[in-house]
């Protein structure tokens, strides 16, 4: 990422790449990217939260959409009819061990996997990210954003892409949970990035 990014920009996925860890995600995806965006001090990131995508909002919803994945095979008529609630139970669990508990419970019952998914994971992520000896994979929104952030430097005859070329890049992806969580937080990505660009403008 290095040579695509200017200074300032890289500090968004190495913020990114700390998030996930801590979130306890085996996997750097769009949605670290844009919860690193929300909490550094640059201007792209304060248009978003000026809009109401705030680190607090962003990270509640990457814990909600991950963390769901550990109740995804089972069938919630079926244990509501021997009066099990599985939200109750969801609840019971993040209030015991925190918000993250359920996320990376999910995580841990992936790793439970064959061998063979998780070879096919790694290959469709295409690369990944290490820092410290920590290799995460790529996960869906990363390349996607990196690609956008390019095309809009190269738009703008930048020769590496700054912070508001990748926050575009990441707004504008179209796969993994950037897209759920901005139509959560009711925050269209055009015109988060019709905002992005003015704020820009008016900076220049």
């Known amino acids: 990422m290095a040579e695509r990014l200017t200074r300032e920009a890289m500090a968004i ?4 790449f700390e998030l ?6 085996e996997y750097l995806g769009g949605e670290h990217l844009l919860l690193a965006l929300v909490s550094i001090d640059q201007p792209a990131g304060a248009v978003l939260r000026e809009r109401g995508v705030t680190p607090e909002r962003v990270e509640a919803e990457i814990i ?6 550990l109740f995804d095979d089972l069938d919630r008529d079926a244990l509501a009819a021997i009066g099990i609630d599985v939200g109750a139970v969801r609840a019971s669990v993040e209030a015991r061990f925190g918000p993250a508990a359920v996320s990376q419970a999910a995580q841990a019952a992936g790793r439970g996997r064959s061998g063979a998914s998780r070879v096919l994971d790694n290959v ?3 690369s990944g990210a ?3 000896g920590v290799f995460l994979p790529h996960g869906p929104g990363t390349v996607q954003s990196l690609e956008n ?3 809009e430097a190269r738009a703008g005859n930048a020769p590496r892409a700054g912070v508001e070329h990748l926050a575009l890049g990441i707004l504008a992806v179209s796969e993994g949970l950037v897209p759920v969580i901005l139509s959560a937080l009711g925050a ?3 015109a988060l990035r019709t905002a992005i660009q003015d704020r820009c403008r008016q900076a220049c």
């Open 64 to 69: 909600s959409l991950s963390g769901a994945r």
């Open 124 to 126: 469709r992520r295409r």
């Open 149 to 151: 952030a390019c095309h």
């Open 130 to 132: 290490q820092r410290d």
């Open 20 to 25: 996930a860890i801590r979130l306890g995600h």
């Open 13 to 16: 996925p190495m913020l990114a």
């Open 188 to 190: 269209p990505a055009p």
